[in-house]
């Protein structure tokens, strides 16, 4: 039988909250890889820096402090810009935190659950919903695409979030500044 990491409830993620193209927690776009990584201390450790073959960007991955080396521990990918500041945060839908914009939380959540929620909000405030060539919904205007990821048997929210310089056609894979990389992940 294979080994199953089912999705942490909220309560152990933690919660952060959105500024749309400003923040995400504690991280503000702009920032640099080491401010990020000091802003990220206390409950996660860099895992991985890596320079993305396809669009010769820079990502970094970081993993939740304390968990089972074993178990796929992803908490979220940092994406940064040809100036090495911070442009993106993607989110992971197993184990990262818990991200509010309003008053829902945006990660880990079923899709069919979450859409309803997301196009009320951007519609209530007179925004543009785009759906991305994968069927991502997102909005320029809040900086946020809402992807699906595969976890285990089920399939859940997985949140980027961009700043001001990566807004514009934050939700198309062929014509906004996220790396084909991000677009190309399925499953953890």
Known sequence: MPLQWNALD???RGVWKAVPLESV???RFGMGHEEVERALEEGMLVSSV???SLDRGVRAEFARRGS?????VLSLSTYYDEGGNLAAVA?????????VMGEFG????????IEGQFVGYVESRGLDLVYSEFWDMSSEALGIVL??????DVVLSRPIFVGRSWGERC????EGRIPQDEWLRQSR
């Not at 989110?91 to 991200?99: E, K, N």
């Not at 945006?106 to 659950?113: A, F, H, K």
């Open 50 to 52: 890596v320079l993305d």
């Open 10 to 12: 909220d309560v152990e």
């Open 106 to 113: 945006l990660v880990g959540r079923v899709p069919s659950e």
């Open 171 to 174: 939700g198309s894979c062929s």
């Open 68 to 72: 089972n080396p074993l178990s796929p």
């Open 147 to 152: 992807r699906a990821q595969r976890v285990d």
């Open 91 to 99: 989110i992971d839908a197993r184990s990262g935190p818990q991200v």
């Open 25 to 27: 927690g504690p991280l």
